[in-house]
């Protein structure tokens, strides 16, 4: 079977406004677009996070909402963070694809050598201004959404205290185990949520499609879920907007990544325009081509988590999972 040609990269519709970030931009931390409140009981510090991606809005209309809202903790220190707001200020509707960084993903970068090295970027520099306030957070909720076609799932990285969270927490119900991206380590795989002998939890949660209002719905129920589980909202939350929990809540399943495929080649192209969440059947299934290779599944019963359908050289084509 020869390789097939690449997919057209199609029209995507933006059916989200940026939301005015301008009242929180200063915040209140000594941190641009970070905001703390603190409860007069003792809890938790923890931390909401959105526009890690500038173009990823859902999670800041989210959190824009709740301060909006006057949401405040009823106990701990709760964290509004708008991450990487010089991304998030040239995002274009019609070419949202583009504002995803303006040097390089953020979200890549969280290791100590990087971290402490001497290179620059726009988004070095924002990680290591923020980096002081991440070291005080005992439980990190980084909102994201997808590009393609897929159904929500939280993905909690390698720890044990991670998958904990995501459980917790409740939405989405498909909860992904995996060591994250050959390209660098993201928020969530920084080296204090990773630690097992740090109580320290992070998840990172996709919400759903860029840019559809329903992943504003999923990115604030996990929100709610987040802040009910750690009793940092009295009764359920719902004064300040976010949703109610549901009546039958729905099952949550957990998988574990087995199979993290990098794209080696800009030629990668997948036999057929696979939808996250597919269960591939049988083990050696082809699913790509990348270049002249086949990339096939490793074993029976094989979840695809969010493929990427144009991915580049160097970046995560599909994790493939297996259902614990």
Same mark, same amino acid.
């Given at each position: 079977?020869?390789?097939?040609?690449?997919?057209?990269?199609?029209?995507?519709?933006?059916?989200?406004?940026?939301?005015d970030l301008d009242p929180w931009r200063e915040g209140n931390t000594g941190?641009?677009?970070?905001?703390?409140?603190?409860?007069?009981?003792? $809890?938790?510090?923890?931390?909401?996070? /959105? *526009?890690?991606? +500038?173009?990823?809005?859902?999670?800041? #209309? !989210?959190? &824009?909402r709740l301060l909006r809202a006057g949401l405040r903790p009823a106990r701990?220190?709760?964290?509004?963070?708008?991450?990487?707001?010089?991304?998030?200020?040239?995002?274009?509707?019609?070419?949202?694809?583009l504002s995803r960084y303006v040097d390089e993903d953020i979200n890549r970068?969280?290791?100590?050598?990087?971290?402490?090295?001497?290179?620059?970027?726009?988004?070095?520099?924002?990680?290591?201004?923020?980096?002081?306030?991440?070291?005080?957070?005992?439980?990190?909720?980084?909102?994201?959404?997808?590009?393609?076609?897929?159904?929500?799932?939280?993905?909690? $990285?390698?720890?044990?205290?991670?998958? /904990? *969270?995501?459980? +917790?927490?409740?939405?989405?119900?498909? #909860? !992904?185990? &995996?060591?994250?991206?050959?390209?660098?380590?993201?928020?969530?795989?920084?080296?204090?949520?990773?630690?097992?002998?740090?109580?320290?939890?992070?998840?990172?949660?996709?919400?759903?499609?860029?840019?559809?209002?329903?992943?504003?719905?999923?990115?604030?129920?996990?929100?709610?879920?987040?802040?009910?589980?750690?009793?940092?909202?009295?009764?359920?939350?719902?004064?300040?907007?976010?949703?109610?929990?549901?009546?039958?809540?729905?099952?949550?399943?957990?998988?574990?990544?087995?199979?993290?495929?990098?794209?080696?080649?800009?030629?990668?192209?997948?036999?057929?325009?696979?939808?996250?969440?597919?269960?591939?059947?049988?083990?050696?299934?082809?699913?790509?081509?990348?270049?002249?290779?086949?990339?096939?599944?490793?074993?029976?019963?094989?979840?695809?988590?969010?493929?990427?359908?144009?991915?580049?050289?160097?970046?995560?084509?599909?994790?493939?999972?297996?259902?614990?």
């Open positions: 079977m020869s390789p097939p040609s690449l997919p057209p990269l199609p029209r995507f519709e933006v059916r989200l406004a940026p939301p941190i641009r677009g970070f905001t703390s409140f603190v409860a007069g009981r003792p $809890g938790p510090h923890a931390a909401l996070l /959105a *526009l890690m991606h +500038g173009n990823e809005l859902a999670g800041a #209309v !989210v959190l &824009d701990g220190r709760l964290t509004f963070g708008f991450v990487n707001l010089a991304a998030f200020d040239r995002f274009d509707p019609r070419q949202p694809t970068l969280w290791n100590p050598g990087t971290l402490d090295g001497p290179r620059r970027s726009c988004e070095l520099d924002r990680a290591r201004e923020i980096r002081p306030l991440i070291d005080t957070v005992d439980v990190l909720v980084d909102l994201h959404s997808m590009l393609w076609d897929a159904d929500p799932l939280v993905l909690c $990285g390698e720890s044990p205290q991670g998958q /904990a *969270l995501a459980l +917790g927490i409740g939405v989405p119900p498909l #909860v !992904v185990a &995996d060591s994250g991206h050959a390209s660098g380590p993201r928020l969530i795989d920084y080296a204090r949520f990773r630690d097992p002998d740090d109580p320290a939890a992070a998840v990172l949660v996709e919400a759903g499609q860029h840019w559809e209002p329903a992943t504003v719905d999923t990115a604030a129920a996990s929100v709610a879920g987040a802040l009910r589980m750690l009793e940092m909202v009295t009764s359920s939350g719902t004064a300040f907007g976010l949703p109610p929990p549901p009546v039958t809540p729905p099952p949550q399943r957990v998988a574990d990544v087995t199979q993290v495929v990098t794209a080696a080649t800009n030629a990668f192209a997948f036999v057929q325009p696979w939808r996250s969440g597919t269960v591939i059947p049988r083990r050696n299934t082809l699913l790509a081509f990348d270049g002249a290779s086949e990339i096939r599944t490793p074993h029976d019963d094989c979840l695809l988590v969010m493929p990427s359908l144009r991915p580049n050289r160097g970046q995560t084509a599909v994790r493939l999972a297996r259902f614990v």
